[in-house]
């Protein structure tokens, strides 16, 4: 028998999921009452002590009573599992407190999942976005065709909307865990009703809101505003009728045969996802030229992606980690292959290791050879996708470059400039958390101009071309004194592997000599297309689009009531009258020729501000159904103006034109 292990229980909430179902469940059995001190309660729980002894944990509520979860493989899948000793149990506000906290569990309890067969699939880098299986593992989902199926999904699709417009009614501030628990019912219930795609938005819906509440420093207010446009724009389209696999999505993916691969090595990235999972993907690439991925990608922090990296993948006999197969090869008979190109490991599955190639040798050089304007067209397209459709290496960027130096005024160098044929490019962090090493090694990258690259990205939307990198490698012919020393066997993990000033042959100062002496002519800075438009031509004034997107998130942070103050004139004591925020906005987008832009964003302000009073003056309910329709409408505008302004960047012709009408 194991001592008992003293923690908190923040540290319960750390270490222990529920699933949707019964977190909501919970939530929803309170009284009105308790309903409102729920957010108190979850925060007042945090720091109280707690006892684990084996799956099961014990937290000290208070001098009296204690709470028990019992979480086999730390998911909790049934609310009997979570035992109150208070008088006023089940119907307690510590149940529903403890549930708040804990993370949201995707996928069944290991003992529960399928054996791995010759159809399991290896661990995959997208395995934060997926719900657990239905009864049928590796099944696709039909579109429904029975009407009764038809109306359950009608239903469900509607339930979406009403608790994704729920939460921008109230922002975050206000998406305390009654709305959460909302978007939970609405996830449980519409994985019932087949909709797997708009159930995973609205779990990650759920962990956005509950990292931002906490003040999680890995919050991304963008990557919440994403996830809550991807969850009533599914919603929509189901609304509407549509019943394809693409909106529907799968609750597993189904895996293939594929026969007989040879496999090369392009780079490993490090994953971490803001539902608890971390690893690490490697991509690789076959005879044929297509991109595939093996994954080590489990429930934990980014504390465990090194040791993924350095852990010998579940592939046959193949004794190879991620980190010696970014640089080698492998031969497998027997593949199965996902249709987004995951790689499965079942007991068919046989696989030994073989030589890898350079990104300069076929078939990886293949990978270069298309223009960077159809490349930012292929990847834009592919990044509106979720990762579970999305296929592998769809949305990446693989570009010849050479480095110009940090950006002016850009003292960190977290943006590098490059050259890259005749455009001028950025280069970005791919991911800023302290454990990876993207940053540190951007810097040293800056501080080498002259340096000649072959680069692997992932595509930046915006009116100027820009990438975020994941990947380098050295130029052979680079000059004498300007080189990359191959100590790292021809390529750079940049989130995995760490640079060092002896990696580079020559000194700073003689790259800086080379840079000052190289000719600089030929580079094409981005022109964005409002720029013509404008009367300063400034950088702002030639991105307006950006306006909207500033709208669209006040909503997320503050709701409704943080539009329609937005919307209402500038009045009060000590300042001079003027025009709303929306006003000045509307009015900035059309002396730019974006009126259809300026109209969702009239249609929005109108929205948020339009809340009647009955004959005794009080506040009538809010329309959140008309205000999230507003909402969608000004994002999706938003990001059909983000993929024009980025194919013009990158010099794609439909781009341009369609930038200029």
């Not at 080698?328 to 008979?333: I, N, T, Y």
């Not at 400039?417 to 540190?440: I, N």
């Not at 000649?452 to 130029?475: H, K, M, N, S, Y």
């Not at 300042?575 to 709303?580: F, I, N, Q, V, Y």
Request: with cysteine; glycine share 10%.
């Amino acid at each position: 028998m194991t001592e008992p292990t003293a923690a908190t229980a923040a540290d319960v909430f750390t270490a222990v999921s529920v699933r949707p179902d019964v977190a909501a469940a919970i939530v929803e059995a309170l009284s009105p009452r308790l309903r409102k001190r729920l957010d108190a309660g979850v925060a007042k729980l945090r720091d109280r002590p707690a006892t684990r002894d084996g799956d099961t944990w014990r937290i000290a509520v208070d001098d009296e009573a204690a709470l028990t979860l019992d979480a086999p493989g730390g998911v909790v899948t049934r609310d009997e599992q979570v035992v109150c000793a208070c008088l006023l149990a089940p119907a307690c506000s510590h149940r529903a407190a403890v549930v708040s906290g804990l993370g949201v569990a995707l996928e069944e309890p290991a003992e529960a999942a399928e054996p791995a067969g010759a159809d399991a699939p290896a661990e995959s880098a997208d395995s934060g976005d997926r719900l657990p299986a239905d009864d049928r593992p590796g099944s696709v989902q039909a579109a429904a065709t029975d009407p009764k199926e038809a109306a359950a999904r009608a239903s469900a699709a509607q339930a979406l909307r009403d608790a994704a417009a729920a939460v921008l009614d109230a922002g975050t501030a206000g998406s305390g865990a009654v709305v959460q628990a909302g978007l939970l019912r609405a996830a449980h219930t519409a994985k019932l009703a087949g909709l797997h795609r708009a159930a995973a938005a609205a779990v990650a819906v759920t962990a956005g809101l509950r990292a931002a509440r906490a003040d999680d420093p890995a919050f991304r207010l963008a990557e919440l505003t994403d996830q809550l446009v991807e969850l009533l724009d599914v919603a929509h389209r189901v609304s509407a009728g549509e019943t394809g696999g693409e909106i529907t999505g799968t609750a597993r993916q189904a895996y293939a045969h594929a026969g007989s691969l040879r496999l090369h090595g392009l780079f490993t990235e490090p994953i971490r996802t803001d539902t608890g999972h971390a690893g690490v993907a490697t991509y690789t690439v076959g005879a044929d030229g297509v991109l595939r991925t093996v994954a080590d990608v489990m429930p934990g922090g980014p504390e465990r992606i090194a040791g993924a990296a350095a852990r010998a993948i579940r592939m046959g006999d193949a004794a190879v980690d991620h980190h010696a197969l970014t640089r080698a090869g492998l031969l497998v008979s027997g593949a199965t292959e996902s249709p987004t190109g995951r790689l499965g490991a079942g007991a068919a599955v046989k696989a030994v290791r073989s030589s890898g190639v350079s990104w300069h040798t076929e078939p990886l050089a293949s990978l270069w050879d298309t223009p960077p304007a159809d490349q930012a067209v292929r990847a834009a397209a592919a990044a509106e996708l979720p990762p579970n459709i999305r296929r592998a290496g769809a949305e990446l960027m693989f570009l010849d470059a050479e480095i110009l130096g940090a950006a002016p005024g850009d003292d960190g160098a977290d943006r590098v400039l490059a050259r890259c044929g005749s455009l001028l490019v950025s280069l970005l962090v791919a991911d800023d958390h302290p454990k990876l090493a993207y940053r540190d090694n951007l810097r040293l990258l800056a501080s080498r101009p002259g340096l000649r690259l072959r680069l692997v990205g992932r595509l930046e939307p915006g009116p100027a071309p820009a990438v975020r990198v994941l990947a380098v490698a050295p130029d052979p012919d680079q000059p004498t004194g300007l080189t990359l020393v191959d100590a790292l066997h021809g390529r750079v993990n940049l989130g995995l592997d760490r640079l060092r000033h002896a990696d580079f042959g020559g000194s700073s100062a003689a790259a800086r000599e080379h840079a000052a002496a190289a000719d600089g002519s030929g580079v094409r800075p981005a022109t964005p297309p409002f720029a013509t438009l404008t009367a300063a031509g400034t950088a702002d004034d030639a991105s307006p689009a950006y306006v909207i997107r500033r709208q669209v998130e006040r909503a997320v942070t503050g709701g409704r009531q943080a539009l329609a103050l937005a919307a209402a004139p500038r009045t009060g004591p000590g300042l001079a009258p003027g025009p709303s925020a929306f006003a000045r906005d509307t009015s900035r987008l059309r002396r730019c020729g974006m009126a259809a832009g300026a109209a969702v964003l009239d249609r929005l302000a109108a929205a948020a501000a339009d809340r009647g009073r009955d004959v005794f003056g009080r506040l009538l309910p809010a329309d959140t159904g008309r205000l999230a329709d507003a909402w969608l409408a000004a994002s999706l505008y938003e990001r059909a103006v983000g993929s024009v302004l980025t194919a013009s960047a990158w010099g794609a012709p439909e781009g341009a034109k369609a930038a200029a009408e």
